[in-house]
């Protein structure tokens, strides 16, 4: 639903084209016999449910297809806003503004999606006035997302009122793009009916005991994701949930020391970071999908170790999808191929993805440092002679040796695949 994806831009194009030759073309195929335009004569209901997967701006130009066209748009349920397909900006707050007066508003809006961070912030007034239609038609708004620059406050007083949202995803800066401090998350939110919560760059606030549990009010919830998310002023950051069945955390850095997982219903974990939270309650015992992109931002044992408790955590995981970044941080655990598992013995499949080395420079880095003290706890010699290798150019190999024999110990029938990854990232 998020940030505007080229291959979106292309299959809207796409759509609108054959829309255009259902209504022009005189091929046979395309049309019967008495020149009848199908795509017209289909109930309103389902071209507006074709019309709902539009960016608004693509929506809107279908108006121009006949006089039946010309306001079907002003009734489509959903909006989609989006910046980066307007130059210059003005004519996205133009368009805005236009399309926010002329909309029937006696139509339910059901789902908003509202995009500018690749612009950098939006007018207050445009913001404020987005925000207010958004007020006046809460009763039936079922999916939010806000990813932009600007007032926090009039942005969570808003999301607060929508009490009927089963999706809610937030990327939100306060005081301008150049900010990169977390929001605070507020204790207070209460969204019963919320089944979807994807947040980016907030802040936990703790209470009492050193301990923080932020999502214990939406009791209905299936998937989370917390991405560039912290903790403050708590030591556990609590995950208790009935029906929680997605978890992901990506750009992991929650500065915690223990994450408290209770969700019995959890199928599926995924997780992008350096791994520094001990997990323990229910943990990842229920999981049956696994993805693990594992980095390390120092030389320090306790992120290797961390990974591997994992690991050890995983009774009955069907699919494991590891890096080669992630293999490495775990060859770092001392004598690790001596280590027994007691877990990954349901494992199915699974999947090595390789991450080209000239992309991450500096986790090559850390990586050889901590592979040189590895060698130097066992002696000089060793150390001395590896580091002789690296500067003669050898680089750490990306599935070091024996890491595959090792996680299959368990279940040396599964399917093993490898394939290459590229890493490539939009605004």
Same mark, same amino acid.
Not at 336 to 355: D, Y
């Given at each position: ?172 800066? &306060? %005081? ?7 929001? =605070?998350?507020?204790? @207070?939110?209460? *969204?019963?009916? +919320? #089944?979807? /919560? ?28 917390? &991405? %560039? ?7 556990? =950051?609590?995950?208790? @949930?009935?029906? *929680?069945?997605? +978890? #992901?955390? /990506? ?29 323990? %309650? ?146």
């Amino acid at each position: 639903m998020y940030g505007y994806d080229m291959a979106d831009s292309n299959e809207e194009s796409m759509i609108l084209e054959k829309m255009k030759r259902g209504r022009h073309s005189e091929n046979e195929n395309e049309e019967n016999e008495e020149g009848e335009d199908r795509l017209s004569d289909l109930p309103d209901c389902i071209i507006l449910h074709i019309l709902s997967f539009l960016n608004t701006k693509h929506a809107v130009r279908t108006c121009v297809l006949s006089t039946k066209w010309k306001h079907l748009w002003k009734r489509i349920p959903t909006l989609k806003l989006q910046s980066l397909i307007f130059s210059p900006r003005k004519h996205f707050s133009l368009f805005v503004s236009k399309i926010l007066t002329l909309r029937d508003s006696s139509t339910a809006l059901h789902a908003l999606d509202l995009d500018l961070y690749c612009h950098g912030g939006i007018e207050p007034q445009l913001l404020k006035k987005i925000l207010n239609y958004v007020c006046s038609h809460n009763n039936h708004l079922q999916e939010l997302g806000i990813r932009v620059s600007g007032d926090s406050n009039l942005i969570m007083n808003c999301v607060s009122s929508c009490r009927a949202l089963t999706s809610l995803k937030l990327s939100i800066r &306060s %005081g301008g793009s150049f900010n990169f401090e977390n929001l =605070l998350f507020p204790k @207070s939110l209460n *969204l019963p009916a +919320l #089944t979807n /919560l994807d947040l980016t760059r907030f802040t936990f606030c703790g209470g009492e005991n050193s301990l923080v549990e932020p999502f214990s009010a939406f009791i209905k919830l299936r998937s989370l994701v917390i &991405s %560039g998310c912290n903790v403050r002023d708590a030591q556990t =950051l609590r995950i208790s @949930s009935e029906t *929680l069945v997605n +978890l #992901t955390m /990506l750009d992991d850095s929650t500065g915690v020391d223990k994450m408290e997982l209770c969700a019995p219903s959890l199928c599926t974990f995924t997780y992008s970071g350096m791994p520094t939270e001990k997990i323990c %309650g229910s943990g990842l015992s229920s999981v049956k999908q696994v993805y693990i992109d594992a980095r390390i931002y120092t030389t320090c044992e306790k992120p290797p170790m961390t990974l591997l408790s994992w690991l050890l955590d995983l009774a009955n995981v069907k699919s494991l999808t590891v890096t080669s970044t992630t293999l490495q941080t775990l060859s770092l655990v001392p004598d690790l191929l001596e280590v027994k598992l007691l877990s990954l013995c349901n494992l199915k499949s699974m999947e090595i993805k390789l991450k080209l080395p000239e992309v991450q420079p500096g986790f090559l880095y850390i990586l050889k440092e901590a592979m040189l003290e590895k060698a130097a706890a066992k002696s000089r010699k060793e150390a001395a002679k590896l580091r002789r290798e690296f500067k003669a150019g050898l680089q750490p190999h990306p599935v070091p040796d024996g890491m595959v024999d090792f996680l299959l110990q368990n279940s040396p029938s599964a399917k093993v695949d490898i394939t290459t990854v590229y890493n490539m990232s939009v605004c």
